[in-house]
């Protein structure tokens, strides 16, 4: 019965503040709007750098003449090292099919396999990679030599890093703005209906009676504005990866977060914002 009439309140409320009403939801609109973006982008930056590293190795090329034997004891000393989660095998005749895939011209007219036996190395963290080459110098008998393109490798992490903390600090950021901004909001309705705040007050109401109404007005506000954003997310996901022919391959490339899970999150986050927003704000109303 209480929650019935709490809706009639609210509903009354929402139809009679209308300019206040249309600036709490356009306010949760863009807010819920611009924070699916970032999380959208976040997350495909996430993977993207993740698969990126993921190609982060260590080679290790042998001599043409290498024994069995020399081979075996680097691929024991190798397996040893706690920083490698996986060693792969190739063979100079491997070797040789992949050049003749990547670079046809340049063993059109080879006599003889000018390629040595090799090993990639995968490490378990893109940051160990160094780490890993150094612990093989000197270079075993039968290696030619150890190399993880050193240059390469640093560019990727550091650019991987900065991404992932400038995305980190815009969520935060975005976030705090937003709650802000729906706060003030949901404070001007508050304040224009002050009156009526204090009366029941002094007829006798509790806080929570007072705050019913405007709690459910502040999550209704956020439902509507959050699934707004979500439609107009959709529609620009669509748009973007139909047009975009650079967008369309990276999503080949990389993986966001799933689109229902990134909707329940901003639609569980206005819902939240709208409730928390409205009951802080109306405390210092209460106080009569």
Not at 47 to 53: A, C
Not at 177 to 196: D, F, G, K, Q
Request: proline share 3%; net charge neutral.
């Amino acid at each position: 019965m209480r929650l019935k009439m709490f809706l009639s309140e609210a509903a009354r409320s929402l139809t009679t503040n209308v300019s206040t009403t249309i600036a709490a939801t356009l306010t949760v609109l863009i807010a819920m709007f611009l924070f699916g973006l970032v999380v959208a982008l976040g997350s495909w930056v996430n993977s993207y750098t993740g698969n990126v590293k993921e190609g982060v190795v260590v080679k290790v090329f042998f001599d043409q003449t290498a024994s069995e034997q020399e081979i075996n004891a680097v691929r024991a000393r190798v397996d040893a090292d706690p920083d490698v989660k996986n060693v792969e095998f190739v063979s100079k005749e491997q070797a040789l099919e992949m050049m003749k895939k990547r670079a046809p011209e340049l063993t059109r007219n080879l006599t003889s396999n000018p390629f040595g036996h090799a090993f990639t190395v995968f490490p378990r963290d893109a940051n160990q990679v160094s780490a890993i080459a150094d612990r093989l110098e000197p270079v075993p008998v039968g290696v030619d030599k150890v190399t993880y393109e050193e240059e390469t490798t640093e560019r990727v992490l550091l650019v991987a890093k900065v991404l992932g903390i400038i995305i980190l600090i815009g969520s935060l950021l975005l976030l705090v703005a937003s709650m802000i901004l729906i706060a003030n909001t949901i404070r001007l309705s508050i304040y224009a209906r002050r009156r009526e705040i204090e009366v029941m007050k002094l007829v006798g109401a509790t806080n929570w009676f007072v705050r019913g109404p405007f709690i459910l007005e502040g999550v209704i506000c956020g439902l509507v504005g959050s699934l707004v954003a979500v439609v107009l997310l959709l529609v620009a996901k669509e748009v973007a990866l139909d047009t975009i022919p650079v967008l369309d391959q990276a999503r080949n490339d990389a993986d966001a977060l799933a689109f229902p899970l990134t909707a329940l999150i901003l639609v569980g986050l206005s819902l939240l914002i709208g409730a928390v927003g409205s009951g802080v704000t109306l405390r210092r109303f209460l106080q009569v």
